[in-house]
T-cell receptor, first 115, second 112 residues
């Protein structure tokens, strides 16, 4: 186990709704990254937070937003859910030296189903 | 656009043999490459990291090579065991990376 926890484990929402996913990073890690993994695909980078500020964003629309708290835990918010948002959402924490990303420690993920 | 290719077909090998997985990339100059293992319904687990100036890295039964000229990494599992059955993902990162770019993964099945 990596020490990264995510909640909830599973979630069912309907199209147009909003969802908040939560992540607690591994102790001592100040960087959290979020990834979306569709079935049969590799994880796709959504964004990363470093010391409570966004530190890079992938090719996702603004309705995907996030937060990082002083204790380095993080939230991923998705507004106006679409069917294609159905996926496994992964959180990964790391402690980069400087601002260089190193090994990432993944949580178990939240499985989101949008109907 | 950046592209990372891993063999999308499952790799089936017999216990005790060496499994070799391939990761090819285009339109990318990574500072490092990582390999992860992912079991069904679980998050990826880090296995090995190799930097652009390294040719080979080993860890127990695992070996990874990195050829920046060929734009290819090979991942080897020697003396494979049924417990090695999983999906293996390669991921590329840049020097001051804000993200990892993953391949689609290769499913390895080790049979008795």
């Amino acid at each position: 186990e990596t020490g990264v926890t995510q909640s909830p484990t599973h979630l069912i929402k309907t199209r147009g709704q909003q969802v908040t996913l939560r992540c607690s990073s591994q102790s001592g890690h100040n960087t959290v990254s979020w990834y979306q993994q569709a079935l049969g695909q590799g994880p796709q980078f959504i964004f990363q937070y470093y010391r409570e500020e966004e530190n890079g964003r992938g090719n996702f629309p603004p309705r995907f937003s996030g937060l990082q708290f002083p204790n380095y835990s993080s939230e991923l918010n998705v507004n106006a859910l679409e069917l294609d948002d159905s996926a496994l959402y992964l959180c990964a924490s790391s402690f980069p030296s400087g601002r260089t990303q190193e090994t990432q420690y993944f949580g178990p993920g939240t499985r989101l189903l949008v109907l | 656009s950046q592209k990372i290719e891993q063999n999308s077909e499952a790799l089936n090998i017999q216990e005790g043999k060496t499994a070799t997985l391939t990761c090819n990339y285009t339109n990318y100059s990574p500072a490092y490459l990582q390999w992860y293992r992912q079991d069904p319904g679980r998050g990826p687990v880090f296995l090995l990291l190799i930097r652009e100036n390294e040719k080979e890295k080993r860890k127990e039964r695992l070996k990874v090579t990195f050829d920046t000229t060929l734009k290819q990494s090979l991942f080897h599992i020697t003396a494979s065991q049924p417990a090695d059955s999983a999906t293996y993902l390669c991921a590329l990162g840049a020097g001051t990376a804000s993200k990892l770019t993953f391949g689609t993964g290769t499913r390895l099945q080790v049979t008795l």
